[in-house]
């Protein structure tokens, strides 16, 4: 496939297989996944974000198990950052609460970690837990994170809609 083809598939791809809730492509994520997790040629590099949020979407508890043990066992930088975006991406709140906490207990390397500030809230459907969350473990959380990207913070806050909300924000 030529480039553009390469780049619309790997936004496209996660958009129906999350928004469309399409099975098929859920099923086909989770494994691939599995597969790179296992062999990392065996997932395109230009797919490989798309098949892992795909997967952490539809996933479970074991799934989140088994690409947490994987960003803690990498030591290419490259693959636990994806690892640790697509942990951001699972939608249990329990899940969700794991998540941040790693963030805030400093798990990984702050630098790896940007990502997943701004990447938890992106599901509708855990953004006010996902807030919730960040903002009990607020100072925690800017503590370990580059200066720069504590801004990105305040982008979960954004993402709520509702007025009481945004003045939760605001204060």
């Not at 798309?50 to 043990?69: C, I, M, N, P, S």
């Not at 798990?107 to 599901?123: C, K, N, P, T, W």
Request: proline share 3%; net charge negative; aromatic share 6%.
């Amino acid at each position: 496939d030529d480039e553009d083809t390469r780049v619309i598939r790997s936004t496209v791809v996660p958009l129906v297989a999350v928004m469309g809730r399409d099975k098929a492509l859920a099923i086909e994520a989770h494994r691939l996944a599995l597969a790179w997790l296992v062999d990392r040629q065996a997932v395109d590099a230009d797919v490989v974000d798309a098949v892992l949020v795909t997967a952490a979407h539809h996933g479970d508890a074991k799934l989140y198990e088994r690409f947490l043990a994987e960003a803690r066992r990498a030591t290419n930088r490259d693959d636990r950052e994806h690892l640790l975006y697509a942990l951001a991406r699972f939608r249990s709140p329990a899940l969700i609460e794991r998540t941040v906490q790693l963030v805030a207990k400093g798990a990984f390397d702050s630098r790896e970690m940007v990502g997943m500030g701004s990447a938890i809230v992106l599901a509708p459907e855990t953004r006010r837990q996902a807030f919730d969350s960040i903002k009990t473990h607020y100072d925690a959380l800017v503590a370990r994170m580059p200066r720069p990207s504590t801004a990105r913070l305040i982008y979960v806050g954004t993402s709520l809609c509702d007025e009481a909300a945004q003045a939760e924000v605001a204060g």
